[in-house]
T-cell receptor, first 114, second 114 residues
């Protein structure tokens, strides 16, 4: 099975712009979670989608949003970018229902905000 | 916010030695997982231990969990240069969110030298 893929891998934006990141989970996985990783804050949970519904949300401002499509692919959007949004954005998918399952991570999208 | 603190922050050992990393967390958990991350890339799941388990093995990995002390340890035996990476503990807890939300620790950077 192909692993979790994320596009693009690298992105450079300027303050005030918006960005959309994409994640394709492992085939058959219905849960997709997003994490932000920075040197200062570490790995922070953004949100999780399961069967096209947001199941959980972290403590991020409303500028961070996401969605999931019927094929389980997910996108996250960040509007009005700030310098502090520079980070590695990781997507993870999981197969079974239930909670706290093993997560399969993609390689990440490195976002730089200038 | 991060649930777990890991210790040490950095660890340097010689190939063939054992490496032990510790993780402490704050709330009651459903399970605890360990992940490895190579140089700013995606995370790889290593092992999951449930709250009613005390010890688990997988190959050269041994994980212990002490829920009374809210702590876990990861032991890598006979380490290899390829084990050089950052290691994170992650907890799943209904108290910090359901679904597949994981709360990550701060991580231990392991360097295995030849």
């Amino acid at each position: 099975k192909a692993g979790v893929t994320q596009t693009p891998r690298y992105l450079i934006k300027t303050r005030g712009q918006q960005v959309t990141l994409s994640c394709s989970p492992i085939s058959g996985h219905r849960s997709v979670s997003w994490y932000q990783q920075t040197p200062g804050q570490g790995l922070q949970f953004l949100f999780e989608y399961f069967s096209e519904t947001q199941r959980n949300k972290g403590n991020f401002p409303g500028r961070f949003s996401g969605r999931q499509f019927s094929n389980s692919r997910s996108e996250m959007n960040v509007s009005t970018l700030e310098l502090g949004d520079s980070a590695l954005y990781l997507c993870a998918s999981s197969y079974p229902g239930g909670s706290y399952n093993e997560q399969f991570f993609g390689p990440g999208t490195r976002l730089t905000v200038l | 916010s991060q649930q777990g603190e890991e210790d040490p922050q950095a660890l340097s050992i010689q190939e063939g030695e054992n490496a032990t990393m510790n993780c402490s967390y704050k709330t009651s958990i459903n399970n605890l997982q360990w992940y490895r991350q190579n140089s700013g890339r995606g995370l790889v799941h290593l092992i999951l231990i449930r709250s009613n388990e005390r010890e688990k093995h997988s190959g050269r990995l041994r994980v212990t969990l002490d829920t009374s002390k809210k702590s876990s340890s990861l032991l890598i035996t006979a380490s290899r240069a390829a084990d050089t990476a950052s290691y994170f503990c992650a907890t799943g807890s209904i108290l910090t969110g359901g679904g597949n939300k994981l709360t990550f620790g701060t991580g231990t950077q392991l360097k295995v030298e030849l």
